[in-house]
């Protein structure tokens, strides 16, 4: 419970800050705030939480959700004006300050400690090891995305290389790996 209560404060407080940046809606007296998230996800709960429990609107803020289906385009539309918050992992921001952007996001808030990510494999293995991913095929993340840079860390962590010792397919579209498992095409999936 506590820890539900301190991702709460926390978008809450990610959100204070920009109550000042836009005119408040003459019709209902609230400050209309666009948030682009990266995903929907069990592990953003509190903040759904939040939006239907109307603690946002107990701010003042009139908060719009958008899932904008991968940190890229998270970054497009902040960037582009079409969201006043962008949640997401680092890199997009890292990315775009590296490219020399003069109008660059800053990232200013933590809202996950760890990576939700998981392997799933096609049976279940009760005696897993990461050194059976040798020789398989993994559909994994978007290249230089969040989730295929902890999948390599974790490989590279047991041992294994990612770009010898197995294939790791990222062609597959932001949030499709899991129906493109479906295909039987590959033995695990990074989701």
């Keep these: 419970m506590r820890k539900i209560l301190t991702i709460l404060t926390a978008v809450s407080l990610v959100c204070l800050p920009l109550s000042g940046c836009k005119k408040?809606?003459?019709k209902n007296g609230l400050t209309p705030i666009t948030l682009n998230e990266v995903a929907h996800s069990i592990f953003y709960a509190p903040q759904?939480?939040?939006?239907?429990?109307g603690y946002f609107e107990e701010e003042g803020l009139d908060l719009t959700l958008v899932n904008g289906a991968g940190a890229d385009?998270?970054?497009?539309a902040l960037i582009s004006g079409d969201a006043d918050i962008g949640f997401m992992g680092s890199e997009a921001s890292i990315y775009t300050y590296a490219n020399g952007s003069d109008d660059y996001a800053v990232n200013f808030a933590q809202l996950t400690q760890r990576a939700g990510n998981f392997l799933v494999g096609r049976q279940p293995d009760t005696a897993f090891s990461w050194d059976k991913l040798k020789g398989t095929k993994v559909l994994g993340g978007r290249a230089g995305g969040m989730p295929q840079m902890v999948f390599e860390y974790i490989l590279k962590k047991n041992g294994i290389d990612p770009k010898a010792d197995l294939t790791i397919d990222q062609s597959i579209n932001f949030g499709l790996t899991a129906a493109a498992f479906t295909s039987d095409d590959s033995d695990y999936t990074v989701e």
């Design 48 to 53: 759904y939480a939040a939006i239907e429990l």
């Design 24 to 26: 408040a809606d003459a």
């Design 73 to 76: 385009k998270v970054m497009t």
